[in-house]
């Protein structure tokens, strides 16, 4: 083997060459501005960061793609990875904190040097986006594409977002993965036993001592639980109508409200399993990885909302360099239609009290 050429620390990291690529359109144009540098070195920064999430995600991605049981899954790696992926959003986050010490006034001066650029352009974020499993409209959103003609690598980076929309998403690996629990048609069964049981005592308690606000949390449980007992209906109330003060869409007559979901009522299922059996030995990692997803989900809501005090903070109620509402268009990110994993989030609304959850993991034993 041929001895390794010797290197610097400077040229391994390529430093010259990395720290020559923050230019200020400021200083370009005669009128140097403090700001702008640091403005850029956090953009920069988080774009470096993005490249590297995307490493992690593509091996997470490539572990999913490869099993083929569930308990061939490599859960101790892609749970390494994802902390590291919790690692690198809360970087970006404190990264882009950053920018709070700027004065709105700083960026008002260099601001008008960015348009028709914006954060929205994103090629990695995006990816990013698309990955995890976010149902996104980039291809429709004109304003969007607009910005992306000044790109050089415009029909490149199109490409590479319309290619990866067309793979398996992360969320899909895990609807998968989960939907092969094992021992999930005993856990049904049993599961919508213990429900059955848990509605008819609580039933029988407010026969025997009526209260509207039992009343209320009662009908509240029957509807949220219709999907899985199926032919358990509320009562009429047994306390006296107009004692009883419940919202339209809790009253036994009305249909069950509609919610969102996105994953299938196998994989829902099957993640109420695990958080029921967290502390049994075979279901500690898958629930340590459910955990993990729902803070990288908390986490991107971290930087949205960040990014939207921010971008309020420094430019009001203007409307963005790229064309979008500002402010007004980042408070909308923010919100269950941008959680990847909101049926993880509602699990907690499926889970029994202490007696009941006791008695179903006896069962399961």
């Not at 003609?149 to 029909?155: H, P």
């Not at 029957?222 to 004692?243: G, K």
Request: aromatic share 10%; hydrophobic share 40%.
């Amino acid at each position: 083997m041929s001895e390794l050429p010797k290197v610097s620390y400077s040229g391994y990291l390529y430093l010259d060459e990395i720290l020559e690529l923050q230019k200020p359109k400021g200083t370009e144009h005669g009128t140097p501005i403090h700001e702008e540098h640091m403005f850029i070195v956090v953009h920069q920064g988080n774009e470096i960061w993005f490249k590297q999430l995307l490493i992690e995600l593509d091996s997470i991605m490539k572990m999913f793609s490869k099993y083929d049981v569930w308990e061939n899954l490599d859960l101790a790696a892609i749970i390494s990875r994802l902390e590291c992926i919790l690692r690198i959003l809360r970087i970006v986050v404190e990264h882009t904190a950053m920018l709070d010490a700027m004065p709105p006034g700083a960026f008002m001066e260099f601001r008008d040097y960015l348009e028709p650029a914006s954060g929205a352009d994103s090629h990695q974020f995006r990816l990013i986006e698309i990955i995890l499993g976010l149902k996104t409209s980039f291809m429709k959103d004109k304003k969007y594409l607009e910005t992306l003609k000044n790109d050089k690598k415009f029909v490149e980076k199109c490409k590479k977002l319309e290619d990866t929309a067309e793979k398996t998403t992360l969320l899909q690996y895990v609807e998968k993965w989960l939907e092969s629990t094992p021992g999930l048609k005993k856990f049904r069964e049993k599961y919508r036993e213990v429900v059955k049981s848990m509605l008819a005592e609580n039933e029988k308690k407010i026969q025997q001592e009526p209260d509207s606000k039992k009343q209320l949390r009662y009908n509240n449980r029957c509807q949220i639980f219709q999907w899985i007992t199926q032919d358990v209906v509320p009562p009429q109330d047994v306390v006296p109508p107009q004692e009883v003060k419940q919202p339209s869409n809790l009253n036994p007559k009305v249909p069950p409200k509609i919610v969102t979901t996105t994953l299938s009522e196998d994989a829902r299922l099957a993640a109420i399993y695990i958080n029921h059996c967290r502390n049994q030995l075979k279901f500690q990692l898958p629930f340590k990885l459910l955990s993990l997803l729902i803070d990288m989900d908390c986490l991107m809501m971290t930087w949205r909302n960040s990014h939207s005090l921010l971008v309020q903070r420094q430019i009001g109620t203007l409307s963005g360099t790229g064309g979008s509402t500002g402010h007004s268009y980042l408070i909308s990110t923010i919100g269950d239609k941008f959680k990847v994993f909101l049926d993880l989030f509602n699990v907690a609304t499926y889970l029994l009290p202490f007696k009941y959850a006791q008695q179903l993991r006896k069962e399961m034993e």
